[in-house]
């Protein structure tokens, strides 16, 4: 059974940081597609930032810059380091993970994800 546990989220001020953490269980996330999604009040839900089997990424163009996503395999975790956050950025955010190997092209796209987070939520103030 595939399992994803994020920690990290909270508040802060705008300018703040904050680093998601998500540790999976069941699998091997090297082996797996993961991202990063968030969902803000009253809107879809939206790729943040995804890291392809191969270690290739992609990133939304509003975080480009100031989030950067990394795995750490030994322990089967996944990050999302967050820098320079804004009132925008506010959300709860969730770590999906796939096991089939994702094209660049749909890595922000929740849709071919199965697996997925609890969430955490994530309060910028101005």
């Known amino acids: 059974q595939v399992d994803l546990v994020e920690s990290g989220g909270g508040s802060v001020q705008s300018g703040g940081s904050l680093r998601l953490s998500c540790a999976a269980s069941g699998y091997t996330s090297s082996s797996y597609s993961m991202g990063w999604f968030r969902r803000a009040p009253g809107k879809q839900r939206e790729g943040v930032a995804a890291t392809a089997t191969d270690g290739s990424t992609r990133y939304a163009d509003s975080v480009k810059g100031r989030f950067t996503i990394s795995q750490d395999n030994a322990k089967n975790t996944l990050y999302l380091q967050m820098n320079s956050l804004k009132p925008e950025d506010t959300a709860v955010y969730y770590c999906?993970?796939?096991?089939?190997?994702?094209?660049?092209?749909?890595?922000?796209?929740?849709?071919?994800?199965?697996?997925w987070g609890q969430g955490t939520q994530v309060t910028v103030s101005s």
């Open positions: 999906a993970a796939d096991n089939m190997r994702l094209a660049w092209w749909s890595l922000l796209l929740p849709g071919f994800y199965a697996y």
